[in-house]
């Protein structure tokens, strides 16, 4: 593609990016648009309920899927790959070291939503991360990994500092193991000096938990805001800290809150990391809670050196994280993926009427008939909607209405997005109501992943080696396989490969020695 080309980039994004998630469309989505644009491209961001979804995905030059594990992304890759389109997808973090600020029902503890993640990653064409770490935990899953650098707004001047000694944290439930070990320093602190404010941004339950003692005249709370909200919150803080203990989750964060603080000029504060480690020479690196107590009574005690400090960060933040390096950064390794790509198709049309908002609370709901109410109202507006159909075939489902369901689904003309999806529901009543149907339903599918799933014929040795051949990380066929092999043949070699994919998807069934030494940093104990 020529340099003169304005090539149009899909950004593909989950449901739920919202409340404490929020930051994760602003830093992997909305960044792409503040970046890119003004260099030229299109962008179009498009949340997985978008009607547009679809068209968006497969018309863009490139597209990059925030990590998602719905269905439909392997339609997406795989259509797009069939249009000589490149797919990249984005790791936002380590998918097996989600720790217990989840309940254990959340789907990010079940290896299906980790067997996709990993699938899709091992499909698309290029793996994208915010973190080195992570371009080495997903080192053998696909050999193509861009490593960026998070970008956040740095504003063209330093705020105006309230008076007094700000001192604070913002963040969400994810960070609570660390910022509770580091709260009886910050509680002590505020003890020692009236004068001291503890600005915090976040879970209130989770700021009264850990912070009840301090004087309430020496605290500022405030819940998660829009990075608007949030970027005034951190400029009002002459101090800015980041907990960050040595655990599997963290191992693989970015160093996001150091460029938000540094931007807008706060001393850094920060626990020893891997994270934080490239940043000793623009802040103070502590390693235990009385460290972290000298560090604060340090910078409480010379004003001087404390502005030193955040001016440091924020040369640093100026020079290395500015819009144009990272605009830069971007656009050199997106235009290196699109040599050779045809032109975008015209641009999908925009979600104007909320029907995703609304297909959202029918995903919501517990009763599958309400559900299913629900999307009959959005097809009837918008008779083309493919996730309101499937749903609908879900529903019908659940609800035991077979019949209905194959007699919706063949009236449907799906996008290729989701047209193995509605193949796939298709088959599977047909096995039940219609057993002379199936094989017609699983002829349509075109994922040999998918079709190898559905196969009815063949021991079920074979058929986990079949599965095993298209997706490398499916949770039941690597686990049957690994324990066929491990009784006929406990030293086989090939049980180290298999061992190894099977710690990226659960690892909690893999022995500690047969766990690789290079995952050890990644991996829950």
Same mark, same amino acid.
């Given at each position: 593609?020529?340099?003169?080309?304005?090539?149009?980039?899909?950004?593909?994004? +989950?449901?739920?990016?919202?409340?404490?998630?929020?930051?994760?469309?602003?830093?992997?989505?909305?960044?792409?648009?503040?970046?890119?644009?003004?260099?030229?491209?299109?962008?179009?961001?498009?949340?997985?309920?978008?009607?547009?979804?679809?068209?968006?995905?497969?018309?863009?030059?490139?597209?990059?899927?925030?990590?998602?594990?719905?269905?439909?992304?392997?339609?997406?890759?795989?259509?797009?790959?069939?249009?000589?389109?490149?797919?990249?997808?984005?790791?936002?973090?380590?998918?097996?070291?989600?720790?217990?600020?989840? +309940?254990?029902?959340?789907?990010?503890?079940?290896?299906?939503?980790?067997?996709?993640?990993?699938?899709?990653?091992?499909?698309?064409?290029?793996?994208?991360?915010?973190?080195? $770490?992570?371009?080495?935990?997903?080192?053998?899953?696909?050999?193509?990994?861009?490593?960026?650098?998070?970008?956040?707004?740095?504003?063209?001047?330093?705020?105006?500092?309230?008076?007094?000694?700000?001192?604070?944290?913002?963040?969400?439930?994810?960070?609570?193991?660390?910022?509770?070990?580091?709260?009886?320093?910050?509680?002590?602190?505020?003890?020692?000096?009236?004068?001291?404010?503890?600005?915090?941004?976040?879970?209130?339950?989770?700021?009264?938990?850990?912070?009840?003692?301090?004087?309430?005249?020496?605290?500022?709370?405030?819940?998660?805001?829009?990075?608007?909200?949030?970027?005034?919150?951190?400029?009002?803080?002459?101090?800015?800290?980041?907990?960050?203990?040595?655990?599997?989750?963290?191992?693989?964060?970015?160093?996001?809150?150091?460029?938000?603080?540094?931007?807008?000029?706060?001393?850094?504060?920060?626990?020893?990391?891997?994270?934080?480690?490239?940043?000793?020479?623009?802040?103070?690196?502590?390693?235990?809670?009385?460290?972290?107590?000298?560090?604060?009574?340090?910078?409480?005690?010379?004003?001087?050196?404390?502005?030193?400090? $955040?001016?440091?960060?924020?040369?640093?933040?100026?020079?290395?994280?500015?819009?144009?390096?990272?605009?830069?950064?971007?656009?050199?390794?997106?235009?290196?993926?699109?040599?050779?790509?045809? $032109?975008?198709?015209?641009?999908?049309?925009?979600?104007?009427?909320?029907?995703?908002?609304?297909?959202?609370?029918?995903?919501?709901?517990?009763?599958?008939?309400? $559900?299913?109410?629900?999307?009959?109202?959005?097809?009837?507006?918008?008779?083309?909607?493919?996730?309101?159909?499937?749903?609908?075939?879900?529903?019908?489902?659940?609800?035991?209405?077979?019949?209905?369901?194959?007699?919706?689904?063949?009236?449907?003309?799906?996008?290729?997005?989701?047209?193995?999806?509605?193949?796939?529901?298709?088959?599977?009543?047909?096995?039940?109501?219609?057993?002379?149907?199936?094989?017609?339903?699983?002829?349509?599918?075109?994922?040999?992943?998918?079709?190898?799933?559905?196969?009815?014929?063949?021991?079920?040795?074979?058929?986990?080696?079949?599965?095993?051949?298209?997706?490398?990380?499916?949770?039941?066929?690597?686990?049957?396989?690994?324990?066929?092999?491990?009784?006929?043949? +406990?030293?086989?070699?090939?049980?180290?490969?298999?061992?190894?994919?099977?710690?990226?998807?659960?690892?909690?069934?893999?022995?500690?020695?047969?766990?690789?030494?290079?995952?050890?940093?990644?991996?829950?104990?």
């Amino acid at each position: 593609m020529s340099a003169r080309q304005s090539p149009r980039l899909a950004v593909l994004y +989950p449901r739920g990016l919202v409340g404490e998630n929020a930051g994760l469309l602003d830093l992997h989505v909305r960044s792409l648009e503040q970046l890119l644009e003004p260099l030229g491209w299109q962008v179009d961001a498009r949340m997985q309920l978008d009607p547009g979804f679809a068209a968006a995905a497969l018309g863009a030059d490139l597209a990059v899927v925030q990590m998602m594990s719905a269905a439909e992304v392997e339609g997406v890759i795989r259509c797009r790959r069939e249009r000589g389109r490149p797919t990249i997808f984005e790791i936002t973090d380590n998918p097996v070291g989600v720790g217990g600020w989840l +309940p254990s029902t959340h789907a990010a503890h079940s290896p299906l939503a980790r067997q996709a993640v990993l699938y899709y990653a091992h499909l698309s064409d290029a793996l994208q991360m915010l973190v080195p $770490a992570l371009a080495e935990l997903f080192a053998a899953v696909n050999p193509r990994r861009i490593v960026l650098r998070p970008y956040v707004p740095v504003p063209a001047a330093a705020p105006v500092k309230p008076p007094g000694f700000v001192f604070g944290w913002s963040g969400s439930r994810s960070h609570r193991e660390s910022l509770a070990a580091a709260a009886p320093a910050i509680v002590e602190m505020c003890r020692r000096h009236p004068d001291a404010t503890f600005a915090f941004m976040g879970d209130r339950a989770m700021f009264g938990e850990l912070f009840s003692a301090i004087d309430p005249r020496q605290t500022k709370v405030e819940p998660f805001s829009a990075q608007a909200g949030h970027l005034r919150f951190v400029g009002g803080l002459h101090v800015g800290l980041a907990p960050m203990l040595l655990t599997p989750f963290n191992a693989t964060r970015s160093d996001t809150r150091v460029c938000v603080y540094a931007g807008h000029r706060v001393a850094l504060v920060l626990q020893d990391a891997p994270a934080h480690r490239p940043h000793a020479e623009h802040a103070r690196i502590y390693r235990t809670p009385t460290e972290l107590l000298a560090i604060l009574e340090d910078l409480h005690g010379d004003r001087g050196r404390l502005d030193a400090l $955040a001016g440091r960060a924020r040369d640093w933040a100026v020079r290395e994280r500015s819009a144009n390096v990272l605009a830069e950064e971007r656009d050199r390794a997106y235009r290196g993926l699109l040599d050779g790509s045809p $032109a975008a198709g015209p641009a999908a049309a925009r979600d104007t009427a909320g029907l995703a908002h609304r297909l959202a609370e029918a995903y919501a709901s517990p009763d599958p008939a309400a $559900a299913l109410a629900l999307c009959d109202e959005l097809v009837a507006e918008a008779p083309g909607y493919d996730q309101a159909q499937l749903l609908a075939l879900h529903c019908l489902e659940r609800l035991g209405r077979d019949e209905e369901a194959l007699d919706r689904a063949a009236a449907l003309t799906p996008s290729p997005v989701y047209a193995d999806l509605v193949a796939e529901v298709q088959a599977r009543i047909a096995g039940r109501v219609r057993p002379h149907e199936c094989d017609r339903h699983v002829a349509k599918i075109r994922s040999p992943f998918r079709r190898a799933r559905l196969a009815a014929d063949g021991r079920p040795a074979e058929r986990s080696r079949a599965v095993l051949l298209h997706q490398p990380y499916d949770h039941f066929a690597l686990m049957s396989t690994i324990a066929r092999l491990h009784d006929a043949d +406990p030293s086989a070699r090939e049980l180290d490969e298999l061992y190894e994919r099977a710690c990226m998807v659960a690892p909690a069934d893999v022995p500690a020695h047969r766990r690789p030494a290079r995952l050890a940093p990644f991996l829950p104990a």
